[in-house]
């Protein structure tokens, strides 16, 4: 059973671009979650997808989307980068939406923004 | 507003001494609560949670955490620190009514003095 897998491990952006980053869910798990980490700080919830529906969004604007695939990896993409953007992006998978079902988080993506 | 607090931002500690690191919590009703590690290069790992019952929860590695309802707390503590028990520590609540969506705390850097 493998876990949690994000990629690019890191990636260099300029402001203006956009990006998109990926996550492979655990096997079996259909909830995914996103977060950024900006440095020094703790994981701030950015939206929750389960069953390819987006299930919940925290303080983060529009820009900021999302997909579940019918795999139930998914994707954050993230448009018009700005420079507050520079963060590790932690994606983390469980078997449902709910705090019972624990949650595993992948490495991250650490993503910079010029 | 649901947050978390962690007041330490970096304690160093001796090996074979024991360790607690405080957390805050503000949440209008019983929180589900959560302590998680991370290792540089690693995503965050559950060490332990709280839902109801026992006020005192075990989680892995020797860890174990208190919930003080009177003192909005949920400190976690470990009575003989291991080297490898150097990692950023971060505290977590459920946002209310929302499953699987966290509110961390700003996290704390804890070093390991041989």
């Known amino acids: 059973e493998t876990g949690v897998t994000q990629s690019p491990t890191h990636l260099i952006k300029t402001r203006g671009q956009q990006v998109t980053l990926r996550c492979s869910s655990q096997?079996?798990?259909?909830?995914v979650s996103w977060y950024q980490q900006a440095l020094g700080q703790g994981p701030q919830f950015i939206f929750q997808?389960?069953?390819?529906?987006?299930?919940g969004r925290g303080n983060f604007p529009p820009r900021f989307s999302g997909l579940q695939f019918p795999n139930y990896s998914s994707e954050l993409n993230v448009n018009a980068l700005e420079l507050d953007d520079s963060a590790l992006y932690l994606c983390?998978?469980?078997?449902?939406?709910?705090?019972?079902?624990?949650?595993?988080f992948g490495p991250g993506t650490r993503l910079t923004v010029l | 507003a649901q947050s978390v607090t962690q007041p330490d931002i970096h304690i160093t500690v001796s090996e074979g001494a024991s360790l607690e690191l405080r957390c805050n919590y503000s949440?209008?009703?019983?929180?589900?609560l959560f302590w998680y590690v991370q290792s540089p290069g690693q995503g965050l790992q559950l060490l332990l949670k709280?839902?109801?019952?026992?006020?005192l929860v075990q989680g892995i590695k020797g860890f174990e955490a208190e919930f003080k309802r009177s003192q909005s707390s949920f400190n976690l503590r470990k009575p003989s620190v291991h080297w490898s028990d150097a990692a950023e520590y971060f505290c977590?609540?459920?946002?209310?009514?929302?499953?699987?969506?966290?509110?961390f705390g700003q996290g704390t850097e804890l070093s390991v003095k041989p």
């Open positions: 983390a998978s469980s078997l449902a939406q709910s705090s019972y079902n624990e949650q595993f």
């Open positions: 096997s079996g798990h259909n909830t």
């Open positions: 997808y389960y069953r390819e529906e987006e299930n």
């Open positions: 949440y209008g009703a019983t929180p589900y």
């Open positions: 709280y839902f109801s019952g026992d006020t």
């Open positions: 977590a609540v459920e946002v209310y009514n929302q499953g699987g969506k966290l509110i």
